[in-house]
């Protein structure tokens, strides 16, 4: 840099500095007029300072903006018919659909034709399936014509070349070519405030072993049953929530307490930075990590949210409701069960008091058809 | 009678009944799963109070508490209402005056084409008896005439039916008679409004027609599931799941019975070598009798000596399995139909199609060879997926271990001299800049 850039600054400050006598001089000026002398680039002091100026911009018709309307687009064809191509080649670029892309091609975006495989380019048409489309295709063969005949099985290439499959290995080997592990872990021992003695467990035991048969006096005692099971099982619920709460805790804990060194490229060992930062705590959970969003993202945040909600809500309930139905089905079922098997037994009974009856009938004739006999039997003998 | 007793001879009869139905059966438990139909009171409600016996059990409740909670004491005003006064009255008589009189016009109509269809039927008789040489057109005449009269008869069939309110009940019930040509109309129907339509868009979506047959319009209803899950044509499916043959639920709308040929065939096997795509048969079972009344086929089940499917197994399940880097398999199941009385040689196909037959299996040619008509399709697809290794490893099918890549081509572009501010630091003098300039992959 020149001296003389350098000292222009001070220049300035002296030029004006210097015309500061004239007005105080006058009594007229305002507090504003003063401080406009002070600035930097005033009118006043600027040309002096500076010297002579030049055109930073061009004069008019210098330059001018391009057409974009007259750029060529360089449309057209890219490939000629019997051309060789290999995937991904353009074969026409166009605006508009002139061409289709037929067998073996891709349209993109903006309607140009690629190749999908490697073969011999075909400008053709294919009244079967269009009346007006021309189509661009790729064919395997030179010789090949398109459209191909109706019914023919399509010809296609494997293009595919066979390597050997690579296992992804997840689990790596703990020790290193050089002998040395991979990776060391510390468990630390930390304080942790004892959990409350088997706390939620007991009230758990408690609750179940409240449990006991219910007096059926009448119709209310049913529903008072019925409420009585609603109010013990949320609390059940309650308490399962609250341990899997502690269980979380207590995870988490364990997770502050272990620390994974992992050698590094110098043959150090050193934690990874972003499992340092997760030291504090998981993002979101430590105060001041909170991400501060504008008041449309919130919005939108809490819309997807309440969505989100309502949409589990919807999942949950036919969920339930899926479940009522089975479970009517089964209950349903085991009655039917039942009351077929109540009837089988009961006609089962009745056979047998039949049988039962018939033969006490027997017996009876029996009885009284033997009686004479015995008698006579007995006369006989005597 | 007295004009009283002709003006309330409706609803004695209809109270005579309900009693008779009480008392003769009472309660009729129909499990209506699939009904569309508003269900009627006579099924579930009851005219008696709730029975000791309808109730579940539980051991806690003593048959005092039980008895007390079914009494018809318990329970709202209207339950109470409700349970003194329902009768069960059978569908056909129900009191509504619109409805029976509309039964009466549909009967007329029946017994209309019931004497059409009887007519006909002397008219086939007469036709059969008479000898064609007196006919104009001589034997073909009569075939056509004998063959257009019996098709009119079936017409008749399906018309003397289709409008009885009760056939459409058991139809929607799913408790329709297939034998009977009316349930069969009907079911044909329902496949054609949506599961036929979709079957045709995937022959036509994966390319099935030129692929693996010229020509192929299915008439057959097929609906397969994997391990009791229903899955949807061209569904993609883990290959866990399709280790296990899938069980077929087919439905005919022909009546009579038929043998039938199954075929499971993956028509995308990459060939390398060739550098084309081959076909495998992944199962083949023949001689399966089959007729309208049957739905279940479970593949597995054909062949094994406890089975009731019938059939012989001539080729057993292959698992479904792509190798990684393939494009997706479609794995076809196709019905074929074998010509009336034709029974296929098992040992035969399993000779021909079984071990390295399997590779070598086209079904143009089994369907030319045999003489077998395809009738039936259904698809599935497979990937390679993280099971597909271990279904491999299982059931001894080599080539797990090959992943395939893309071919690589040569760029059709004529080499230029590398140009910018990394080609121009390559020498040596730039040597302090080669760890910047020297591992650029475009150079």
């Known amino acids: 840099m020149h001296l003389i850039q350098l000292r222009r600054p001070l220049q300035r ?27 930097i680039n005033s009118p006043t002091c600027g040309a002096a300072v500076e010297g002579r100026r030049y055109a930073s911009v061009k004069s008019q018709g210098a330059y001018k903006i391009t057409n974009k309307k007259t750029l060529p687009k360089k449309l057209g064809a890219k490939k000629t018919g019997d051309q060789y191509v290999i995937p991904g080649n353009i074969i026409y670029k166009q605006r508009g659909t002139i061409w289709h892309p037929g067998e073996n091609t891709i349209m ?52 595919l070349v066979p390597t050997v499959r690579k296992e992804i290995v997840v689990d790596q080997d703990a020790i290193g070519p050089s002998g040395i592990p991979y990776s060391v872990t510390r468990h630390e021992e930390i304080d942790v ?55 979380l805790e207590e995870e988490l804990t364990a997770r502050k307490g272990t620390r994974i060194l992992r050698l590094q490229k110098d043959y150090s060992y050193r934690e990874s930075n972003w499992e340092i930062g997760r030291l504090v705590g998981d993002p979101g959970t430590i105060a001041g990590t909170e991400k501060v969003w504008s008041r449309k993202a919130k919005l939108r945040a809490r819309r997807k949210k309440r ?59 029996e009885s009284k058809t033997k009686d004479p006999n015995k008698t006579d039997t007995k006369e006989t003998k005597a | 009678m007295s004009r009283s007793q002709q003006v309330a001879r409706p609803i004695v009869r209809s109270l005579q009944q309900g009693r008779t139905a009480t008392t003769c059966q009472s ?50 005003r209207r339950r109470r209402a409700a349970l003194a006064t329902t009768t069960h009255v059978p ?63 079936e017409e008749l069939k399906i018309l003397a039916d289709i409008n ?50 010229p020509k192929f319009e299915p008439t057959v209803d097929v609906k397969m599931s994997f391990r009791g899950q229903v899955v949807s044509p061209g569904q993609f499916l883990d290959s866990r799941v399709t280790e296990l043959a899938p069980t077929l639920r087919m439905q005919v709308f022909d009546k009579g019975g038929r043998l039938i040929s199954v075929v499971v065939m993956d028509s995308d096997v990459p060939d390398t070598e060739s550098d084309l795509f081959t076909r495998r048969c992944h199962y083949l079972a023949t001689n399966i009798p089959w007729d309208p009344t049957k739905t279940q086929l479970p593949l597995r089940l054909v062949g ?18 792509a190798q990684k880097g393939s494009p997706y398999h479609r794995m076809s199941v196709f019905i074929l139909e074998q010509k009336a009385g034709e029974k296929l040689d098992a040992t035969k196909l399993q000779e021909l199609y079984d071990g390295p037959g399997r590779d070598a299996f086209t079904l143009k040619s089994f369907r030319d060879k045999f003489n077998l008509t395809p009738v039936g399709f259904n698809l599935f697809r497979t990937e390679w997926d993280e099971n597909t290794a271990d279904v491999m490893a299982r059931h001894a099918i080599p080539g797990a271990d090959i992943e395939f890549r893309h071919q690589h081509f040569k760029t059709l572009k004529t080499p230029r001299a590398a140009k910018g501010w990394e080609a121009k630091r390559q020498k040596p003098k730039f040597k302090s800049l080669w760890k910047y300039t020297k591992r650029i992959a475009t150079l």
């Open chain 1, 13 to 39: 400050v002296a030029a004006s500095s210097c015309r500061q006598f004239a007005p105080v001089l006058r009594p007229t000026t305002t507090f504003s007029e003063r401080f406009a002398q002070l600035r």
């Open chain 1, 108 to 159: 993109g975006r903006d309607h140009t034709i690629h190749s999908a495989i490697a073969g011999y380019v075909k400008y053709y048409r294919d009244p079967q399936r269009h009346p007006k489309r021309q189509y661009i295709g790729i064919v395997y063969n030179k010789e090949d014509k398109l459209p191909y005949p109706v019914g023919m099985a399509r010809k296609r290439k494997v293009g």
């Open chain 1, 193 to 247: 405030a004892p959990l409350m003695e088997g706390g939620s467990s007991k009230k758990r035991a408690a609750l179940l072993a409240d449990e006991e048969p219910t007096v059926f006096t009448n119709g209310n005692s049913v529903i008072a049953a019925l409420i009585k099971q609603k109010i013990r099982s949320r609390q059940q619920q309650e308490v399962k929530k609250e341990e899997l709460r502690l269980r």
């Open chain 1, 307 to 365: 969505n989100l909600h309502f949409l589990d809500y919807k999942t949950r309930a036919l969920a339930k409701n899926d479940r009522r139905i089975q479970y009517k089905k089964f209950v349903w079922d085991k009655r039917i069960k039942m009351a077929a098997a109540r009837a089988e037994r009961a006609t089962a009974d009745i056979e047998k008091k039949a049988a039962a009856a018939v033969a006490n009938e027997a017996k009876t004739k």
């Open chain 2, 27 to 76: 309660r009729s438990i129909a499990a209506r799963q699939f009904s569309s139909t508003t269900s009627r009171k006579d099924e579930i409600t009851r005219a008696e109070p709730l029975k000791l016996s309808d109730i579940p059990i539980s051991p806690q409740w003593t048959p005092e508490q039980l008895a007390k909670l079914t009494s018809p004491d318990l329970g709202s």
């Open chain 2, 91 to 153: 569908f056909e008589q129900m009191p509504y005056q619109c409805f029976q009189e509309a039964r009466k016009v549909l009967n007329e109509d029946r017994q209309e084409k019931i004497a059409q269809i009887v007519a006909e039927t002397e008219k086939i008789k007469r036709l059969e008896a008479a000898d064609p040489s007196t006919m104009r057109g001589g034997e073909a005449y009569k075939e056509k005439r004998l063959a257009s009269l019996r098709k009119h008869v």
């Open chain 2, 164 to 213: 009885d309110p009760s056939v459409k009940r058991r139809f929607e019930d799913g408790m329709g008679d297939m034998s009977k040509p009316v349930y069969r109309y009907l079911a044909n129907r329902r496949w054609r409004a949506m599961d036929h339509k979709i079957i045709v868009q995937r022959i036509d979506q994966f390319h099935i027609v030129p692929d693996i047959l």
């Open chain 2, 304 to 321: 094994s000596p406890s089975g009731k499917t019938g059939g012989e197994l001539a080729v057993p399940w292959l698992p479904a399995f």
